[in-house]
């Protein structure tokens, strides 16, 4: 392989260290603990695996972790109830409902009804429009995390042809709203964008959002262009195991990209270390503290 690897787990650790500090610091000067809770509805093992990630790594950054498990057959009721409690919980900052959620309950109540200063997913409808208008708040944890990523390849964003596949409200739009604020020309490519390996061969920085195992493949890629992979695919072995793939084909892309990030070790580990920072943040204006410092 050229391109230059773009190492999320390194970059996380450096991130969660600093945030650690951070986080004693805050306890020694000001006696305060940030708080995540995070709640489980059901048992799907891959947000079993992200949930037991999430809450292993708040711990080890010196936060506290709450961990509410609903089960599969709980109702919508059930879960704003525990929103609103968590709401109401001075001791908690940060609130995360993992998703996919259980067919009885829509989703998008769920995120709605969590106090926006407490959204450290960043999905809330008023984080977004903040996020979308330009105005200070939180930023969704994976683009937040693409953003760290390109920035460990390139000082500066501004001026440069970014290129996104994938439109959805988690990962593509604010990733274009963050970009846009980092001075990058921004084009948003989705499942009806005609051309779509013309389109993404602009691009110095070419992210892609879509779940379909390595459909990026080297067609796709300028050389030389900043490959962020944010996909995150499980495709059955020989074995009848699983193995977990991007939504880049790693292998040749890497021969021609400038630099790319691996699945996994790349986006995943990100999103869990800007999930700790948004919980930090949280607490710190909670308590009309100004924003960290890393
Ligand atoms: P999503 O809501 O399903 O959105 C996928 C987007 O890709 C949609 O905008 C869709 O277009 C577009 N798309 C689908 N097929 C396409 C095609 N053949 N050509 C062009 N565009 C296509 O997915 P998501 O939640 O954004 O997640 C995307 C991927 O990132 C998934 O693999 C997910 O597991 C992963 N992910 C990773 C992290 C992390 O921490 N690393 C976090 C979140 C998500 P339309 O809008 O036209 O349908």
Known sequence: MSARLIDGTAISAELRNKIAQAVTRLSQEH???????????????????????????T???????????LPDTAS??????????????????GILVQLPLPPQIDPQKVIEAINPAKDVDGFHPLTAGRLATGLPGIKPCTPLGCIILAKSVHASLAGMEAVIIGRSNIVGKPLAHLLLAENATVTIA??????????????????AAVGRPEMVDKTFVKPGATVIDVGINRVPTAEGKNRLVGDVAFAEVAEIAGAITPVPGGVGPMTIACLLLNTLRACCAANRLPDPTL
């Not at 711990?59 to 498990?69: I, K």
């Not at 005609?194 to 691009?203: E, K, N, Q, S, T």
Request: aromatic content about 2%; charged content about 20%.
């Open 31 to 57: 006696g305060l603990t940030p708080g995540l809770a995070v709640v489980l509805v059901g048992n799907n093992p891959a947000s079993e695996v992200y949930v037991r990630s999430k809450t292993a790594k």
């Open 59 to 69: 711990t080890a950054a010196g936060m506290r972790s709450l961990l509410y498990t």
């Open 76 to 93: 919508e009721a059930e879960l704003l109830a525990l929103v609103a409690d968590l709401n109401a919980d001075a001791a908690v900052h």
């Open 190 to 207: 989705h499942s009806r964008s005609r051309d779509l390996p013309g389109i993404a061969r602009r691009a110095d920085l070419l992210c």
